[in-house]
């Protein structure tokens, strides 16, 4: 029952941080539409959305990877040789998709940063959380530095923040998979609490900066408070569509940002059309989804990528809540 909780967990988020790429991308072309009709949009934009919704999917990359690399080593395979390969894979596929969509420049920041991050996997979960504050303790320090024109040492530092940054999120994503976190979120009902107080304190204050510390605390208030409501019975059931979407992750992003891409770019329509239109597309991608998961086990490009880690041919077809019933009553 708590690794059940723990996985739909980490999938309520991953849907979340969809529906919020989703907007951003949407919107992320401020000649679509007339900045006189939303004055504020760009602002809020800026403020809540660009930027913390990747910083939460950097998380959950730390903490899958982690979540990963424990199983493997429980079931006595290659945890390494695997892990590589998943993420030389995620590599592959991002070369390939930014011939089809620009956006496909992210699996390979993704892959990248996961690459790397196998360094971490190998150290303490206390080296990783050190290095997680220092980094943000940077980012502090480094708060009022923006980019400027022309080359610069202050656009040096600030590209550097920026990368260690979103990094971060993947330290500590990683710490928490190494310490079991989201396996004993009962116990650590207090320290979410206090969290969130805090971020939310951190979040008024950073209020309108356009830099990497906003969008750190940002995206970390997100991550605890939506793990606080996730933590709730009837919230938890309200919020059980998200599931089938954050599972297909992969292939509702590059469906949604190539819809964009072909159909969006050029076009200049109304905020309001904008917005149906963004809504309409999270509506239609949660719906198929859910119909897609009753009756395959996962996403198409997701199969692709499992295919591809564990070098041969995976089971698509059969709903991933039969099989798991099936196991149940096998072990009973």
Not at 1 to 19: S, T
């Amino acid at each position: 029952m708590i690794q059940k909780q723990r996985i739909e967990i980490v999938d309520y988020l991953r849907g979340f941080a969809l529906i919020g790429i989703t907007f951003t991308n949407i919107f992320q072309y401020p000649g679509m539409w007339s900045i006189d009709d939303t004055p504020y949009f760009s602002s809020f934009m800026e403020t809540f959305m660009v930027s913390k919704f990747i910083s939460i999917f950097m998380f959950l990359l730390g903490l899958s990877s982690a979540l990963l690399m424990s199983n493997l080593k429980k079931k006595g395979e290659k945890a390494n040789l695997i892990y590589i390969r998943r993420f030389s894979i995620l590599l592959l596929i991002g070369i390939t998709c930014t011939f089809v969509v620009p956006t496909g420049g992210l699996f390979i920041m993704y892959a990248i940063y996961g690459l790397i991050g196998f360094i971490f996997h190998r150290m303490p979960p206390m080296i990783n959380i050190v290095v997680f504050i220092a980094i943000a303790i940077l980012t502090w320090f480094t708060r009022n530095m923006v980019l400027l024109e022309g080359e610069s040492i202050n656009n040096q530092i600030v590209s550097l923040t920026s990368m260690l940054s979103g990094f971060s999120m993947v330290i500590l994503g990683i710490f928490l998979g190494q310490v079991s976190f989201f396996n004993h979120l009962q116990r650590c009902k207090g320290l979410l609490a206090t969290s969130a107080v805090l971020l939310l304190f951190l979040t008024y204050y950073s209020y309108g900066w356009p830099n990497n510390f906003n969008s750190l605390v940002m995206s970390l208030f997100y991550i605890v408070c939506f793990t606080i409501l996730s933590m709730i019975p009837k919230v938890r059931s309200m919020f059980s569509c998200l599931i089938a979407f954050g599972r297909m992750s992969m292939s509702n992003f590059i469906v949604h940002t190539s819809f964009v891409y072909y159909y969006l770019e050029n076009g200049k329509f109304s905020f309001l059309t904008y917005l149906g239109i963004g809504l309409l597309v999270i509506v239609i991608q949660i719906t198929y989804s859910n119909i897609w998961l009753k009756y395959f086990r996962m996403g198409p490009l997701e199969w692709i990528w499992r295919m591809g880690i564990y070098w041969k041919k995976i089971k698509i077809v059969g709903s991933v809540e039969k099989d798991s019933k099936f196991r149940e009553n096998k072990t009973c």
